[in-house]
C-alpha cells in the first residue's frame, strides 16, 4: 500500500473523553461496574423524554415531509422560527437567511474551524469543552490558544490575560465564549460579556457563543445572550437541542451570523459556511421539523423548568459534598451540568484515597498509568479501576490546572 500520510493536525484530536470509554469497557469485560460519569448525554443520565415529545416525532413520522432532503441551510420554517426567537429578546436582528442547521453542534464546531486559513486563529476559554479546542488545533496544526477561566474567582475569565493575547498574537481574529460553559458550569456575567465585546471591538475580532445550554441556568443567576450585548460586532452563536429538550441523538444544532454585512470577510467566511452546507446536501430534516412544534407545546415552558429545577437540585447536592473536602478547590455551577474539581498544588496522587482490591484490575491499571506524567489522569484512571467511576481529568480540557469533570 502506498503511504498514507496524516494531515499533521490530526495529533490534536487525541479526545480523553472517549480515550477513557475503552479503558471503563475493558474493566466492564472483567465484570466491573461502571458508572458513566464521562459525558454530557442527558439521556444516559436518565432524562426522560416526556410522551408529548414523543407524540410529536411519531406524527411526523407518520407524515411524508421528513423523508427528503431539506433546504441546504435548513427547513424554511424552522430558521423562520428560531429566528424569530431570537429577535424577540431585542439585540441583533436576522431572518432566516442567517441561520444555518447542521448535523449537531459537532459538525457546526467541525465546519467552523476548517474554512479558517490556519493563519487566522479562534482563542477560547481554558479549560475548554474539547471538541472546540481540539478541532481549531487541529485545522491550524498548532496548539491550542486559550485565556484562562478563574478557578479561584468563580471561574470568571481572566480578562487580563485575553487582552494581552489578543493584543500580542496578530493571527487571532476571533473569541469563543461557551455559555453557560462546558466544563466548568460558570455562567459569563453580562458586565464580562461586555468587557468582551469591547475587546472585540477594539481589535477588529469576531465573536462566537456556544450557547447550548442556555436553557440550563438556574439559581436565579443572569446573563445574555450574544446577540443582547454584541451591538455592532459580527458573531456567530451557536445554538441546539441536545442538551435542554434533551435530543443529543437528533444530531441538530444551528448557527445564527450576527452583524455580516458589517465586514466583507466576516460575510464571506459566513458564506463559506452555507456552502459548506450546500456541497454536503442538508443536515438531518426531522428534527429541524419537529423544533417548532416541541418548543412552542404548551408543556415545553414548564418541562423545561422542571429540568432545571432537578439539575439545580443535583447541583446543590454535589456542592454539599465537595465543599467538605479540603484538597480541592470547586465552585458551585449555575449552568449546564458538569462540576470541575480542581486538586489544590500536590495534595492529591494518585493512590491516596484509591485500594484496587482485584488484583487482575491492579495490573491493568498499573499498565495504564505508568507512562502518564500528569497527575490528575494517573488519579482517574485509578479511580475507574478502584470504583468504577468515569470521569474525564481536566488537563484534557487544554488546562494547565490539574482535577477532573464529572458529569
Ligand atoms: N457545545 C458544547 C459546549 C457541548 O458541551 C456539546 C456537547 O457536549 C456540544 C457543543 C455538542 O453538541 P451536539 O450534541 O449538538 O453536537
Excluded at 433546504?71 to 431570537?86: F, I, M, P, Q
Aim: hydrophobic content about 35%; charged content about 25%; aromatic content about 10%.
Amino acid at each position: 500500500m502506498r503511504q498514507v500520510l496524516l494531515h499533521e493536525g490530526s495529533r490534536q484530536l487525541d479526545y480523553e473523553i472517549r480515550d477513557i470509554v475503552k479503558k471503563a469497557e475493558a474493566l466492564q469485560a472483567l465484570g466491573q461496574k461502571i458508572y458513566w460519569e464521562n459525558i454530557g448525554d442527558p439521556i444516559l443520565k436518565h432524562a426522560v423524554v416526556p410522551a408529548w415529545i414523543k407524540e410529536i416525532l411519531t406524527t411526523l413520522v407518520n407524515e411524508n415531509s421528513t423523508y427528503g432532503y431539506c433546504h441546504s441551510k435548513g427547513e424554511l420554517e424552522t430558521r423562520k422560527y428560531v429566528a424569530g426567537k431570537n429577535n424577540e429578546k431585542g439585540g441583533a436582528q436576522i431572518t432566516a437567511d442567517d441561520v444555518l442547521f447542521f448535523n449537531g453542534l459537532g459538525d457546526a464546531i467541525g465546519k467552523l474551524y476548517q474554512f479558517l486559513n490556519p493563519y487566522s486563529r479562534v482563542i477560547g476559554p481554558s479549560p475548554a469543552y474539547s471538541t472546540h479546542s481540539a478541532l481549531e488545533a487541529a485545522h491550524s496544526n498548532k496548539e491550542p490558544l486559550t485565556y484562562n477561566l478563574d478557578p479561584e474567582n468563580n471561574w470568571y475569565p481572566d480578562l487580563a490575560d485575553l487582552r494581552l493575547k489578543v493584543k500580542y498574537n496578530p493571527n487571532i481574529v476571533g473569541i469563543l465564549i461557551i455559555n453557560p460553559d462546558n466544563p466548568t458550569g460558570m455562567v459569563y456575567p453580562v458586565e464580562i460579556l461586555e468587557e468582551i465585546v469591547e475587546i472585540a471591538r477594539e481589535f477588529n475580532l469576531f465573536l462566537v457563543s456556544d450557547e447550548i445550554y442556555t436553557n440550563i441556568i438556574y439559581n436565579g443567576v443572569e446573563t445574555k445572550s450574544l446577540a443582547e450585548v454584541l451591538g455592532d460586532v459580527p458573531g456567530i452563536a451557536m445554538k441546539g437541542i441536545s442538551k435542554d429538550t434533551p435530543w443529543p441523538g437528533s444530531r441538530c444544532g444551528w448557527m445564527e451570523f450576527y452583524n455580516r454585512k458589517v465586514d466583507e470577510q466576516f460575510d464571506q467566511y459566513c458564506s463559506t459556511l452555507e456552502n459548506a452546507k450546500m456541497v454536503e446536501v442538508c443536515s438531518t430534516t426531522l428534527p429541524q421539523k419537529a423544533l417548532p412544534i416541541i418548543q412552542e407545546h404548551p408543556k415545553f415552558k414548564e418541562y423545561l423548568r422542571e429540568r432545571r429545577k432537578e439539575i439545580e437540585e443535583r447541583s446543590e447536592i454535589i456542592s454539599q459534598y465537595l465543599h467538605e473536602i479540603p484538597y480541592i478547590t470547586f465552585n458551585k455551577t449555575n449552568g449546564a451540568f458538569y462540576n470541575t474539581i480542581v486538586f489544590k498544588d500536590g495534595s492529591i496522587n494518585d493512590k491516596q484515597f484509591l485500594k484496587i482490591e482485584d488484583e487482575q484490575i491492579q495490573a491493568l491499571a498499573e499498565d495504564w498509568v505508568e507512562k502518564i506524567g500528569e497527575p490528575d489522569k494517573r488519579f482517574v484512571y485509578y479511580l475507574l479501576a478502584a470504583k468504577g467511576v468515569c470521569v474525564v481529568p481536566l488537563s484534557s480540557f487544554q488546562s494547565e490546572l490539574r482535577g477532573f469533570r464529572i458529569t
